[in-house]
């Protein structure tokens, strides 16, 4: 009995400290950092629909994890009724849009996205854009680290010039050798692209220019590395509001995601859902301050007070 109870306290044991560890291994420095800021934009028919649907019985229970301010693109528009399942090839939809808004037009998106996440510096530069979320579990887990890295980075304030220090793994290309010959045609891997970053963009082009011809290449992220748009948006009262108004001087993350009162696209509730459980994670992290410090110590870095 008693080696028994010993061997549960140490099985206990061991999963304190692996659950311990996965809340600590989050940052990778040891500095102290200041907060995210975080703000969600709802793309909806009208302010009033947008506002409906936090409440609806159905909606409601994607849109659960949002908690940061929220601004709203009232200019939501159908397009043609969606299909039970859309395809896309290197991020251009067959067929064509199901639904767009001002936002997402000047965005120049070609597939639906119901969801997605941009990390700003203070400067309102896009320095980081993915999906929130990613059916591969493995593709999911490195959107993740990613974001949670370029957001930690640009805490950091690194030599005062807010750098992205990280892409995690090399940047690579899928060869193609083309018969008879030997140039050989590079094709970006999908994977690279996931989750984008200013530093990231730099390798993929370096990356293509020593591939030779390209036989795919797949778009960035329009704003990558640029400003934002000081978009005009609507507070949740009715008004007008400037985008720039809302952000101020810090580091943000803004999570933007549909939330329409067409009921054909109930189904994209899910990815709505996930984009924003990820956005919570992130904010929790980083807004909250609960991941815990990692173990090394970043020189040259200038954080704003916390």
């Known amino acids: 009995m008693i080696r028994a109870f010993r061997g549960i306290t140490l099985v206990l044991l061991a999963a304190a400290f692996l659950l311990s560890c996965a809340t600590t291994s989050i940052r990778y420095s040891s500095n ?5 800021a975080v703000l969600g934009i709802q793309i909806s028919e009208s302010v009033d629909a947008a506002n409906r649907m936090l409440t609806d019985p159905y909606a409601k229970n994607f849109l659960k994890d949002v908690a940061w301010p929220l601004a709203v693109d009232p200019t939501y528009k159908q397009l043609k009724e969606a299909a039970a399942v859309t395809l896309s090839f290197n991020n251009e939809q067959a067929g064509g849009l199901n639904y767009t808004s001002a936002l997402l037009d000047d965005m120049r998106f070609t597939e639906d996205m119901p969801g997605f996440l941009l ?11 993915g999906r929130g979320f990613i059916m591969d579990g493995e593709r999911q887990d490195k959107v993740e680290r990613e974001l949670n890295r370029v957001v930690e980075d640009l805490l950091l304030n690194i030599d005062r010039s807010e750098k992205v220090t990280y892409a995690e793994e090399g940047i690579k290309q899928q060869g ?8 050989v045609a590079g094709a970006d891997d999908p994977a690279n692209f996931d989750f984008q ?3 990231k963009k730099a390798m993929i082009e370096e990356s293509r220019k020593k591939s030779g011809v390209s036989v795919m290449e797949t778009r960035f992220f329009k704003y990558l590395g640029a400003p934002i748009p000081n978009y005009s948006l609507r507070r949740q009262d009715g008004s007008t509001v400037k985008l720039y108004d809302l952000l101020g001087p810090k580091v943000t993350m803004l999570v933007v995601f549909i939330s329409p ?3 054909s696209m109930l189904p994209n509730y899910n990815g709505v859902g996930m984009t924003l459980q ?6 929790d992290n980083f807004a909250l301050g609960l991941a815990g410090p990692g173990a090394t110590a ?9």
């Open 197 to 199: 970053t200013d530093t």
């Open 298 to 306: 970043v020189p040259n870095a200038f954080p704003d007070p916390e």
């Open 119 to 129: 990390v700003l510096d203070r400067n309102h530069r896009v320095r980081g854009y």
């Open 278 to 283: 990820t956005a919570r994670s992130v904010s």
């Open 261 to 263: 009162e067409n009921k």
């Open 32 to 36: 102290p950092i200041g907060k995210l």
């Open 176 to 183: 193609v050798i083309t018969l008879g010959s030997s140039t």
